[in-house]
């Protein structure tokens, strides 16, 4: 979850190297570092705890210039942040190391360490690695050597880059469960933990896999397997332009993307053939899978796992599809019953959360007649091992909060029903219906956009407040529980959501006059019995927040504030919906002073399990 931007070059690479740091923060930003070799071998360091920002005015202040070096953000998972603990750790003033994962069995090989005469100052499981790369160049291995046999030493997950003043002009790096990619330049080459922290110095890419060493010079580059075989491992493209990851006139990155999401649920749209959709959106072999579904079985994590909850709705009632929704961490260890004709579908953001990706690759021999992912990042992990693939058209989201992410999944679950529906259930005219209201889907979320300024108001009622409750029937459950988990991540309320019916269940007894409770009320089948449990709160003195239907016939009064929702195919409810709840969640954390776009003790890419 951390952030890794490595370079060997011709030329002076610290700029490349903060500039790469900076468009990784939002993978790790506890505290940052930066090593370089200079013309002279000597080794300069950086550390700094805190945001990327403090790493270059020491910089500034006391500047290192250098062609060769690594640089890393962090987000702790051994040792709490600090100077010390920050990356790159250091052996011997010869060799430096950045990590991104987590090291199983540090423990032991921290005590054969001490044992051997080390000093170990930090409490990360990162510095056991750099010191057995030491141990390795002190009898003579070269830097690949060394990292070829450390590497087989090393239980866990890593991405890992090193580089030794006594090979001045190389950086070696390796991955396992965690992501490594090479930008290939001409006369200089680089590593990074995600492409776009290289986009600014190059557009051809390597990305790695699982096991693989890399040897980068100015000159040259080489892929190893892990028994030291040569391997070719093909150079992508990447056309796009460089997708700019400024806020404009926004205050944050996180409204930018709330106001960016119309454009995105458009782009991915049409990125499946608009209103002429079909299965060739989901790759070349579609077709012949989705003849053999006879259920689907979705895991996710986080945001992606809500996502998930609202297709299983359309996947039953609109595809007649069975599904089963489970969170990726807790299916990757169940024992499991195989269901004939299941369809894996995994559903990721990034396309590297490490409990999705082992979940997938812990999958049984013929467990899955496939595997689908639906991911926001082309070449990651996911996508380059499952059957199928579906790109959202999300563009590069930086906040921590998923919005526009979460949104365009919607969109792509509900593409997969319409798909998997002309098999089954679902009459053309009925499809029909569908494409023309995601077709128009854009035009509805400006519409709640404009809502802004009333959601904003409605924001204050929150700010003195330390628990809030979010309720919704069927569809507009999960929507409610990711309502809940915005406001959690980045105001620090403590946030829960229940099904509406559950109320009398348990929760009810936490409603009183320092409660607010949110309601999810579109105008649907449900909407009678959700106003039978809202009356419940009420008469306990709860302060209730409702975002409703024009139609829902619901009116404000002492304890009921009501914002009327625009009204829309009932489809799209899910997504407008969340919409509105991502701008109350913006807007209370905003009055609170928090970190908006990095909330404390959160990443972007959990990577890590």
């Not at 007649?320 to 269901?339: D, L």
């Not at 790109?391 to 365009?408: D, M, N, P, Q, W």
Request: proline share 4%; with cysteine.
């Amino acid at each position: 979850m951390c952030g890794i931007v490595a370079a060997a070059a011709r030329r002076e690479v610290s700029e490349i190297l903060l500039e790469g740091l900076r468009r990784l923060e939002y993978r790790g930003y506890d505290s940052a570092g930066l090593a370089l070799i200079d013309n002279e071998r000597n080794l300069h360091l950086h550390k700094r705890q805190g945001k990327v920002s403090e790493l270059e005015q020491a910089q500034q202040l006391q500047p290192y210039f250098g062609c060769t070096g690594i640089a890393h953000t962090r987000w702790a998972t051994h040792g709490e942040p600090s100077g010390v603990n920050a990356h790159p750790h250091v052996s011997g003033q010869r060799v430096a190391l950045v990590h991104n994962g987590i090291i199983e069995n540090h423990q032991v090989l921290r005590e054969e360490l001490l044992q051997a005469g080390y000093q170990l100052h930090s409490a990360t499981d990162t510095e056991v690695v750099v010191h057995l790369l030491h141990q390795q160049l002190q009898v003579g291995a070269s830097l690949c050597e060394a990292m070829q046999r450390v590497v087989q030493r090393l239980e866990g997950a890593y991405a890992l880059a090193a580089i030794d003043v006594e090979h001045p002009d190389c950086v070696v790096g390796a991955r396992r469960g965690s992501p490594l990619v090479v930008g290939v330049g001409i006369g200089e080459n680089f590593l990074a933990s995600d492409q776009m922290a290289l986009r600014q110095v190059t557009d051809r890419f390597i990305y790695l896999e699982e096991g693989d060493l890399v040897e980068i010079t100015p000159a040259s580059l080489q892929v190893f397997a892990a028994d030291g075989t040569l391997l070719e491992r093909r150079v992508t493209r990447i056309d796009e332009a460089v997708e700019a990851v400024d806020m404009g006139d926004f205050d944050h990155y996180m409204i930018k993307e709330i106001y960016e999401q119309p454009r995105a649920l458009a782009a991915t749209f049409a990125a499946a053939g608009g209103r002429s959709i079909g299965d060739h959106c989901f790759g070349a072999n579609a077709a012949a899978v989705f003849d053999q579904v006879k259920a689907i079985q979705i895991v996710a994590c986080g945001t992606s796992f809500h996502a998930g909850m609202v297709a299983r709705y359309w996947l039953e009632e609109l595809a007649g599809v069975p599904c089963e929704v489970e969170v990726a961490s807790e299916f990757r260890y169940r024992k499991r019953v195989p269901h004939q004709g299941t369809l894996l579908v995994a559903v990721s953001q990034s396309g590297e959360t490490a409990d999705t990706l082992a979940a997938l690759r812990n999958a049984k021999p013929g467990e899955f007649i496939g595997s689908l992912v639906i991911a926001n990042v082309d070449n990651s992990s996911l996508v380059r091992e499952c059957d199928l693939v579906f790109l959202t058209r999300a563009g590069t989201e930086i906040g921590v909060a998923s919005t526009k992410a979460f949104t365009t999944q919607l969109v792509a679950l509900l593409l997969l029903t319409i798909a998997l529906g002309r098999r089954r259930s679902l009459p053309q005219e009925r499809r029909e219906q569908l494409v023309s209201a995601l077709h128009k889907l854009p035009d509805y979320v400006q519409q709640t956009l404009e809502l802004d300024a009333a959601i904003r108001q409605l924001s204050h009622a929150f700010i003195p407040k330390h628990h809030a409750l979010f309720l919704g029937r069927g569809i507009h459950y999960p929507i409610a529980m990711e309502g809940a988990l915005k406001l959690k991540e980045i105001s620090y309320i403590h946030a829960e959501a229940y099904p509406a019916g559950e109320l009398k269940h348990g929760p009810l007894a936490l409603v009183d006059d320092d409660m607010p409770v949110v309601a999810v009320a579109p105008s649907d089948e449900l909407l009678e019995k959700l106003k039978s449990n809202l009356e419940e709160v009420r008469s306990r003195g709860g302060q209730l927040f409702v975002f409703a239907d024009r139609a829902a016939g619901f009116a404000d009064d002492a304890r009921v504030r009501v914002l009327p929702m625009p009204h829309c195919p009932e489809v799209l409810k899910p997504v407008i919906y969340t919409v509105a709840l991502q701008l109350l969640a913006y807007h209370v954390a905003v009055q609170k002073g928090t970190d908006v776009d990095k909330p404390r003790n959160l990443a972007k890419s959990v990577t890590v399990e």
